[in-house]
């Protein structure tokens, strides 16, 4: 099973800051990483998928990159509707597994 | 559009039985490989399970393997979610879910508790 590890587990952020969040995977997973944002009550919506490739209606100020076990996903100018849950999730191999989440927080 | 609707969530003892349903319509439904993911209140996300499009492949996580069946109905374009001999550490918001490259559609979610 590929272990998914995010860090870190949250953060305080002001608005307008640039975020780095990270995402660490136990093996190779070669692209097949996604990101999701889950807001209080709100069901997951993906972010980003292929590691860099932005979902439906996510402005540019998202991008991913990343390959194999490291990747990262860039947030470069925090908008208020920004603060939320982070997920990265490997579809790689079977299982697929989530990572623990990165809580982006007001500062 | 996408519309992925779960049923079937509840209250329910320790040890017991319970299913989850999934119906999906504004998408070729049998086209599509189907999952389930959970999360328990305050954590993160848990896949659970997947059936791929032929129906008759599916594959689990270790937590739940040998106690939930993961199935689908094609022709009624809906996703079950049999749980057997459910355990307190299942209580969670069960989620069906739809994507080849990520999960790009989610239903609202369902609610089983389990609690004696």
């Known amino acids: 099973e590929r272990v998914m590890t995010q860090s870190p587990a949250s953060l305080s952020v002001s608005p307008g800051e640039r975020v780095t969040l990270s995402c660490r995977a136990s093996?190779?997973?070669?692209?097949?990483l996604a990101w999701y944002q889950q807001k209080p009550g709100q069901v997951p919506r993906l972010l980003m998928y292929g590691a860099s490739t932005r979902a439906t209606g996510f402005p540019a100020r998202f991008s991913g990159s990343g390959s194999g076990t490291e990747f990262t996903l860039t947030i470069s100018s925090l908008q208020s509707e920004d603060f939320a849950v982070y997920y990265c999730q490997q579809y790689n191999n079977w299982p697929f597994t989530f990572g623990g989440g990165t809580k982006v927080e007001i500062k | 559009q996408v519309q992925l609707v779960e049923s079937g969530g509840g209250v329910v003892q320790p040890g017991r039985s319970l299913r989850l349903s999934c119906a999906a319509s504004?998408?070729?439904?049998?086209?599509?490989?189907m999952h389930w993911v959970r999360q328990a209140p305050g954590k993160g996300l848990e896949w659970l399970a997947v059936i791929l499009s032929d129906g008759d492949t599916e594959y689990y996580a270790d937590s739940v393997k040998g106690r939930f069946t993961i199935s689908r109905d094609n022709s009624k374009n809906t996703l079950y979610l049999q749980m057997n001999s459910l355990r307190v550490e299942d209580t969670a918001v069960y989620y069906c879910?739809?994507?080849?490259?990520?999960?790009?559609?989610w239903g609202q979610g369902n609610m089983v508790i389990v609690s004696s």
């Open positions: 504004g998408f070729p439904f049998g086209s599509y490989g």
């Open positions: 093996q190779s997973v070669t692209t097949n």
């Open positions: 879910a739809k994507g080849t490259s990520g999960f790009d559609s």
